[in-house]
């Protein structure tokens, strides 16, 4: 008896939807999040950048001194005028900022205070055809959260996915914890889920952490549930679709994250464009780690508000995780997708004969530091990559933190060739920048390697039209 039902429980485990992610690196950082929640309000101004959505071509429509209301049409696509980009709260476009050749880098919008809001659908999305939600959620703004595989680009609306995956989870060091973002708002993530079941013949995956006893996104209807445990990059939505479902030539899925999933949501419980975001601030440089409520786009000043450290150091703000993320200045805006905010030490000062030191307080993958005698030390890490770019070689590095069944380095170096042949049969149409994150950071190469996919992105997008 006690055989048969080892056996059993055997089969159940074997049955069930757990996915073991074997390769990759959880960085542990000193300065993570409390759970405890800021909520700001009255802020002078909020900021949308065009440069967030690679592929976007903006149209102005909301010239400076337009009036706005949130959800009002800021700029559209100009090869795709349906998919729109609105403003987060009511007020005014106080600026638009361009860059060189007058490229649009971003709207900076000053809030009346009176909170209006743009009026669109507000139904239950099981009651709405596929053609009611799409153009509800177009019309909203809320569209851009949606992005595709292939080139991880703003979702073409014109093109059914063959499926879609959603990420509950973000295994990124000091990443927010979205069992906290989603805890009072899981009625709207579940409505968000409704109306984007409805957009593909497919299914709906949806990534959960294994392990977690309190996890809401157990309860979620609609979905195919999988649960992933391992080390980073398991949160990635690209390492899920690999271990679910790859992606082949000429199919297109699409991807969010579990807070994108709740303003689209909100959007039908609602009725309006309503981009309320909860941020988590973290890093060695902020004197109390904890979460913000505030609106998409927020400046960035108003979270670092007598946050950081006064010691003398010179700090790198992130909008994102320290693998992702874009470095800002303290006076810009939270980039769209970015549910995090890190500060980190620039290390700009110079290091004399560091690699001979015993390296107690580096951190490194291998046993090149004697660091690896206490594997559980929050590190206190800055961003100088100690040492300038040298030759690109084979070193199997990326192999130990990559896994997906794509061959890195290779694909790499078919993008520096540009041959979009071995491109595609390297797996390019699978894979996003965030993916070589951590590729990124062994690399003893010290290569940028996330520019080089996104350069990659560019080229096959150019040459297949």
């Known amino acids: 008896m006690l055989f048969l039902w080892s056996f059993k429980q055997f089969l159940m485990y074997a049955m069930s939807n757990v996915i073991k992610i074997k390769k990759g690196l959880d960085i542990k950082l000193a300065g993570l ?9 009255s802020l002078s101004s909020y900021g949308i950048k065009p440069t967030n959505f690679p592929g976007i071509t903006p149209k102005v429509v909301s010239k400076i001194g337009t009036e706005v209301k949130a959800g009002s049409t800021l700029f559209y696509d100009k090869y795709n005028p349906d998919v729109v980009f609105s403003s987060p709260v009511s007020g005014k476009v106080a600026a638009i900022h361009r860059g060189e050749r007058r490229r649009i880098l971003e709207f900076v919008i000053e809030p009346d205070g009176k909170n209006e809001s743009e009026v669109f659908k507000k139904e239950n999305p099981e009651n709405l055809s596929k053609e009611e939600i799409k153009e509800n959620i177009l019309k909203s703004g809320c569209w851009p959260f949606i992005r595709q595989r292939p080139f991880n680009i703003t979702a073409n609306p014109n093109i059914a996915p063959r499926d879609i995956f959603i990420t509950s989870f973000d295994s990124a060091p000091l990443a927010a914890d979205y069992n906290y973002i989603v805890k009072d708002d899981f009625s709207a993530f579940q409505t968000g889920v409704n109306a984007l079941k409805k957009l593909t013949e497919g299914n709906v995956y949806l990534g959960i952490k294994a392990g977690e006893t309190a996890n809401p996104f157990s309860n979620t209807a609609n979905v195919e549930k999988y649960e992933f445990s391992g080390p980073h990059p398991a949160g990635n939505v690209g390492v899920q679709i690999n271990k679910i479902k790859p992606i082949n030539k000429g199919e297109v899925v699409w991807t969010l994250s579990a807070a994108d999933v709740i303003i689209i949501g909100r959007l039908f419980e609602t009725g309006t464009y ?11 440089e902020i004197k109390h780690p904890q979460y913000y409520k505030t609106l998409l786009g927020t400046n960035v000043s108003e979270i670092l508000k007598e946050q950081l450290k006064d010691n003398g150091i010179n700090k790198r703000i992130i909008s994102g995780n320290v693998l992702t993320g874009e470095k800002i200045s303290e006076n810009e805006y939270i980039g769209f997708y970015d549910t995090s905010v890190t500060v980190i030490p620039e290390g700009d000062k110079p290091e004399f004969f560091g690699w001979a030191k015993p390296g107690f307080n580096k951190f490194s993958m291998s046993r090149t530091f004697f660091s690896w005698l206490n594997p559980k030390k929050e ?13 690109f070689i084979v070193t199997g590095e990326m192999e130990k933190v990559f896994p997906m069944d794509i061959f890195p380095m290779q ?3 078919a993008i520096i060739i540009k041959d979009l042949d071995l491109m595609e049969e390297l797996g390019i149409y699978e894979v996003a920048e965030e993916d070589f994150a951590l590729c990124e950071v062994i690399n003893t190469s010290k290569i940028e390697i996330q ?4 350069e990659g992105f560019e080229f096959a997008i150019k040459e297949l039209g």
């Open 451 to 454: 520019k080089i996919i996104r």
């Open 274 to 284: 309503n981009p309320e975001r909860i941020i988590a601030l973290g890093g060695s």
């Open 379 to 391: 590190w206190v890490l800055d961003a100088n990559i100690h040492g300038g770019e040298r030759p």
């Open 411 to 413: 694909l790499i170096k």
């Open 33 to 41: 999040p409390e759970k405890k929640l800021h909520t700001l309000s």
